[in-house]
């Protein structure tokens, strides 16, 4: 059988690999105190070098088991391994050709053999490191500026204004596109090193070049001209925020992008990057962007936080004291009312209407909720004590 000639039967193998045995070969490890149901919490990291949590379901049945995390991200025991391939010591011409060979040795099957070409083994066995060699980067040109951008309902004066630290980019290596996609640079606090980009594409398209370093750099638009020792406000936030909020902004800000799920790194470099800033929390109003509001307070204020999910929205931790936290007002004001914070943190969140920034921009407004009567809230609660659901 030639090389090209082979097809991996992936549900075979999903059958036999679940997403808790890559996890834990990965490092993560169960939080017995969120329950162990038809749900459990693999957690990365301990303490402030929390990682990562995902939720995994139907922890028996390695065929039907899937994630999810609270930000909204999701996927199966294929696209978690996708995530993480860089973790694994597979060859390959491609990811998929990767991702079956990664399937295979957790299966304890024999692994594909597509021809084990010395550049691929070479690549894998490297550790993943961000090669800028391999990525074609242009700057956006203004009087060409593509057209996902007005798709997203940015003006050209907003990309104008941030095509300093916006590039195009094409991966040499992807054989199967030729073409640029938009790049969203990360960097640290060596600004002018480039540690990877966050990658946007037609159609939905999203991606991280190789070996972007998530851990410790992020997309930051310093809009004080390199002055960064003059920064006032450091806004987490999206593209979309700034078009909508530009004439109350000045100059005298930076603009920042975690790309979604964030390490406490991230958060602590900029703010070293920014020492006379004020950090405002501009995440989506949904639980998951309330989630990463409290993280983002936790870090900026030096609070060590415990946030757990209930059925009335959010429980907080801190320093000897419990309390809850509701999603639909100001967390910085209630977890202020039981523990003292500095005036370091801010909130600017998108209208209630809206999930998101995006949304607003676009005029995409959030479906009426239909609150629940007591008697339907007791049902559920019952239902899901019988069930076993603890998260």
């Known amino acids: 059988m030639a090389p090209g000639d082979y097809r991996i039967d992936f549900k075979a193998l999903k059958a036999r690999v679940g997403i808790d045995d890559v996890a834990y070969s990965l490092g993560y490890r169960l939080d017995r105190k969120a329950g162990v149901g038809r749900y459990i919490e693999l957690v990365l990291g301990e303490g402030k070098d929390k990682r990562d949590t995902i939720i995994v379901s139907n922890r028996r049945d390695k065929a039907s088991q899937t994630f999810f995390r609270r930000n909204g ?4 025991v294929v696209s978690f391994i996708r995530e993480n391939l860089n973790s694994f010591n597979a060859s390959g011409q491609n990811e998929w050709q990767r991702i079956a060979k990664v399937m295979a040795q957790f299966a304890n099957m024999p692994e594909p053999d597509y021809g084990r070409e010395r550049d691929y083994v070479r690549a894998a066995s490297a550790p993943q490191v961000f090669d800028p060699k391999r990525y074609s980067v242009r700057p956006i040109d203004p009087d060409r500026i593509p057209r996902l951008f007005s798709q997203r309902g940015l003006s050209a004066d907003t990309v104008k204004a941030l095509s300093p630290f916006i590039s195009l980019v094409s991966d040499r290596r992807n054989e199967n596109f030729n073409g640029f996609n938009i790049g969203f640079p990360y960097t640290s606090a060596d600004r002018d090193k480039v540690r990877g980009y966050e990658i946007r594409g037609m159609g939905g398209y999203k991606s ?5 370093d998530s851990s410790t750099a992020a997309w930051v638009a310093d809009l004080s001209h390199g002055r960064n020792g003059l920064v006032r406000h450091v806004f987490f936030c999206e593209s979309a925020f700034f078009q909508m909020n530009r004439t109350r902004l000045g100059e005298d800000i930076a603009l ?3 790309g979604g799920t964030f390490s406490d790194r991230q958060v602590q470099g900029v703010m070293e990057r920014f020492p006379n800033a004020r950090a405002y929390d501009c995440f989506d ?3 998951a962007g309330r989630v990463n509001g409290l993280r983002l ?4 204020e ?9 059925d009335a929205g959010l429980m907080v931790e801190a320093k000897g004291k419990s ?3 509701s999603p639909e007002r100001s967390i910085y004001t209630q977890v202020g009312t039981h523990i003292p914070v500095r005036y370091r943190m801010g909130q600017w969140q998108p209208p209630k209407d809206f999930k998101d920034w995006n949304d607003c921009l676009l005029g995409r407004r959030t479906e009426p909720k239909i609150m629940p ?3 339907e809230r007791d049902d559920n609660l019952a239902e899901r004590r019988n069930s076993g659901i603890k998260m």
């Open 73 to 76: 991200s999701k996927g199966d």
């Open 373 to 375: 009567t007591k008697h």
């Open 208 to 212: 991280k070049a190789a070996g972007t």
């Open 323 to 325: 309390f809850g936290v």
């Open 256 to 258: 920042v992008s975690l």
């Open 297 to 300: 307070m936790a870090l900026v």
């Open 302 to 310: 030096d609070i060590p936080l415990k946030i757990t999910k209930t």
């Open 285 to 287: 109003n949904d639980l």
